[in-house]
T-cell receptor
Framework: SQQGEEDPQALSIQEGENATMNCSYK?????LQWYRQNSGRGLVHLIL?????REKHSGRLRVTLDTSKKSSSLLITASRAADTASYFC????????????FGTGTRLQVFP | DTGVSQDPRHKITKRGQNVTFRCDPI?????LYWYRQTLGQGPEFLTY????????KSRLLSDRFSAERPKGSFSTLEIQRTEQGDSAMYLC??????????????FGPGTRLTVT
């Protein structure tokens, strides 16, 4: 079963605008990761945030994590048409398992 | 930079037939994972290996599914007596586990299975 629920399910914006997606999960985690998926390149790892971190940046990406609320958000600033893709959060518990548990995804469409 | 490769990329089969998929991980990675993804959903974990040992299997992996990694390098996933519900994208990933720490998983392009 899916660990995470992502919100919104779909998002449409213009180039240059910011895009924010949210992820909620159910159990304690070791870290949370965000992936992007488009038809051309498959699943690509974007960023990892550990359970003892609250915020992390990578280029135009900003991720926050609130373990008390079991939620995370991904902000993409100054979006580009090339950012059009599905975005998934994935949790890693690390408790006797190595599997990632993915959310349901947010489909982002960026219009030129 | 050689990433994770999967073969075939697409497979169409009739219900009841057996199919086998292959995954070649990044060469220095000792862990290999299989996931399944249906339309509009996130990937779901199936199984993973540390070298040739299969460490965990999901309840999604019914008796018709079997995965192997015989020499700790490439892996195969076989589905016997395919059903229409098996239609999905099958994703393979690999990672390096060192000193008890697992680093990020790198995914292949997937094999899309259609059962008619």
């Amino acid at each position: 079963s899916q660990q995470g629920e992502e919100d919104p399910q779909a998002l449409s914006i213009q180039e240059g605008e910011n895009a924010t997606m949210n992820c909620s999960y159910k159990t304690s985690i070791n870290n949370l990761q965000w992936y992007r998926q488009n038809s051309g390149r498959g699943l690509v790892h974007l960023i990892l945030i550990r359970s003892n971190e609250r915020e992390k940046h990578s280029g135009r990406l900003r991720v926050t994590l609130d373990t008390s609320k079991k939620s995370s958000s991904l902000l993409i600033t100054a979006s580009r048409a090339a950012d059009t893709a599905s975005y998934f959060c994935a949790t890693f518990t690390g408790f006797n398992t190595d599997k990632l548990i993915f959310g349901t995804g947010t489909r982002l469409q960026v219009f030129p | 930079d050689t990433g994770v490769s999967q073969d075939p990329r697409h497979k169409i089969t009739k219900r009841g037939q057996n199919v086998t998929f292959r995954c070649d991980p990044i060469s220095e990675h000792n862990r290999l994972y299989w996931y399944r993804q249906t339309l509009g959903q996130g990937p779901e974990f199936l199984t993973y290996f540390q070298n040739e040992a299969q460490l965990e299997k999901s309840r999604l992996l019914s008796d018709r599914f079997s995965a192997e990694r015989p020499k700790g390098s490439f892996s195969t996933l076989e589905i016997q007596r395919t059903e229409q519900g098996d239609s999905a994208m099958y994703l393979c990933a690999s990672s390096l586990n060192q000193g008890g720490t697992t680093y990020e998983q790198y995914f292949g392009p997937g094999t899309r299975l259609t059962v008619t």
